[in-house]
């Protein structure tokens, strides 16, 4: 770690290097030198290309200047299966009574940048651990369709978790998705993964996102994960809608967006998530 500083010209000594939270799959440590404090992760047990996702992901969301993340200092591809490191600035801060309000307007700004005119995305990203394959699209259906659905689908069913009346119900949804999804929403930048541990408060409680999977992509996709296991206050989707007003489809959407993330759970937590699955396969094929 000592050696990944120097590297990025912090040179001073380190004072304190203390194990924190990082989600399931990381190894996450506060480490404070004498210049500065950083946030670093390491793994040694994921893709090479694991956290040059996230950090390009990061600096395309930086680039919009609508939503703060944290600045990235230094990442790793790794050679040979060693340890990798992601070195980031620590933010740290609390809450304030406007938190909520400002994190709605800001990703609406985000959401309401011009990017284009395709859907999907140029790289692969990772969704937990599990490699998102992307490729450009002209069509939000045909992408949801065929690198979203499609490819956790085949993976519960290598899972041996996608049998049954669950496999029939979900090749049905994908013969009549298009009566669901649109062709040609807004095209968005998407953080993509974007549930309430994704996101936390800086200096002043301004909010900023962190651990992006992103995706150009239609918004309400972003929004339905918002919803799905909570962590957003009510003023979150207030002031979200006074700057981007959700469109009139969006309820009857949000389940079909939910879905992919549920698929993406019942992938990498197992059977607890099949009921959730199963309930929203059924809603739309019966």
Do not use: C
């Not at 992901?57 to 944290?70: E, Y």
């Not at 879905?259 to 993406?264: A, H, I, S």
Request: proline share 3%; net charge negative.
């Amino acid at each position: 770690m000592e050696n990944k500083l120097r590297s990025i010209g912090d040179h001073s000594k380190i004072k304190t290097i203390q194990s924190v939270s990082g989600g399931d799959i990381n190894q996450a440590y506060f480490v404070e030198t004498a210049a500065q404090t950083y946030f670093i992760k390491s793994n040694k047990q994921v893709s090479a290309t694991f956290f040059q996702a996230e950090a390009e992901g990061l600096d395309r969301i930086r680039a919009t200047k609508t939503i703060n993340v944290p600045e990235v200092f230094h990442y790793d591809v790794a050679q040979n299966d060693e340890e990798i490191f992601l070195i980031m600035e620590w933010v740290e801060g609390a809450k304030h009574a406007s938190t909520g309000k400002w994190l709605g307007e800001d990703l609406a700004a985000l959401h309401s940048t011009n990017v284009g005119d395709q859907y999907g995305l140029d790289r692969s990203t990772f969704v937990g651990e599990i490699r998102q394959e992307n490729l450009l699209f002209d069509s939000w259906l045909d992408y949801y369709r065929e690198q979203r659905l499609q490819p956790q689908m085949n993976l519960a069913i290598s899972n041996g978790s996608m049998t049954g009346k669950r496999l029939k119900r979900m090749e049905q949804l994908l013969t009549r998705l298009d009566q669901y999804v649109p062709h040609a929403p807004r095209v968005s930048l998407l953080h993509g993964d974007l549930w309430g541990g994704n996101w936390l408060a800086g200096l002043n409680g301004k909010p900023y996102l962190i651990d992006p999977s992103i995706v150009y992509g239609d918004p309400l996709f972003e929004i339905a994960f918002t919803e799905l296991f909570g962590g957003f206050p009510a003023d979150f989707y207030a002031s979200y809608q006074s700057t981007l007003p959700l469109k009139d489809y969006y309820e009857d959407i949000k389940p079909l967006y939910q879905l992919f993330y549920l698929m993406v759970h019942l992938n990498l937590f197992g059977e607890s998530y099949g009921t959730s699955v199963d309930r929203i396969l059924k809603h739309y094929t019966a």
